[in-house]
């Protein structure tokens, strides 16, 4: 059974680094697929942030692109998320997400989210 | 960008209740749209991908059709589990993106 499981802090200071980390059990990571991180806003709809694919192209939302790198760690099985210059509009549940071209590129498999606020 | 635009934004329904969703593309996206059920406190869990395929394990009540810009989503009998909010996603090209949401409740 494949999951992910995000972490990373919960608080993060304004102008800081965001860095948040998804784990993934049940598949290596290699192997192929796509990976994801979406955010959502408190009270608010789903924004994806970025995608990486097994080849390591990545794609990012043009919203966030000068700030966001998504990388992959196969030696650890996971992939994490940056996102540099944060400001309080930042403040969101993270998720990451498993997409996959076989369901043209839909997220099949979520994590449980990790909420991360914005605050000095 | 395309933009994802659902309606109703919410919807007050019964058990039983045959309810639908639509979501209209700014710009053609041919079956590459997916569907999300999203719970409080919970990750959004596929429903529907490809516009009309079913995601394994998701009851057969759920049903998803159109092709193009328009696109519907339809809970053919609803059940007390079913109150959620639901997404439409498109995924025909970059940034990927999600319609506002239209939230089912109880009547």
């Known amino acids: 059974q494949v999951q992910l499981q995000e972490s990373g802090p919960g608080l993060v200071k304004p102008s800081e680094t965001l860095s948040l980390t998804c784990a993934v059990s049940?598949?290596?990571?290699?192997?192929?697929?796509?990976w994801g991180w979406i955010r959502q806003p408190p009270g608010k709809g789903l924004e994806w942030i970025g995608s990486?694919?097994?080849?390591?192209?990545?794609y990012y939302n043009p919203s966030l692109k000068s700030r966001v790198t998504i990388s992959v760690d196969t030696s650890k099985n996971q992939f994490s998320l940056k996102l540099s210059s944060v400001t309080a509009a930042d403040t969101a549940v993270y998720y990451c997400?498993?997409?996959?071209?076989?369901?043209?590129?839909?997220?099949?498999?979520w994590g449980q989210g990790t909420m991360v606020t914005v605050s000095s | 960008d395309i933009q994802m635009t659902q309606s109703p934004s919410s919807v007050s329904a019964s058990v039983g209740d045959r309810v639908t969703i639509t979501c209209q593309a700014s710009?053609?996206?041919?079956?590459?749209l997916a569907w999300y059920q999203q719970k409080p406190g919970k990750a959004p869990k596929l429903l529907i991908y490809?516009?009309?395929s079913l995601q394994s394990g998701v009851p057969s009540r759920f049903s998803g059709s159109g092709s193009g810009t328009d696109f519907t989503l339809t809970i053919s009998s609803l059940q007390p589990e079913d109150f959620a909010t639901y997404y439409c996603?498109?995924?025909?090209?970059?940034?990927?993106?999600f319609g506002g949401g239209t939230k089912v409740e109880i009547k």
């Open positions: 997400a498993r997409g996959t071209t076989m369901m043209n590129d839909a997220f099949d498999i």
């Open positions: 049940g598949y290596s990571i290699s192997s192929g697929y796509y």
């Open positions: 990486i694919y097994h080849s390591g192209s990545t």
């Open positions: 710009q053609g996206i041919s079956s590459w």
């Open positions: 490809a516009a009309s």
């Open positions: 996603q498109q995924a025909n090209s970059f940034p990927l993106t």
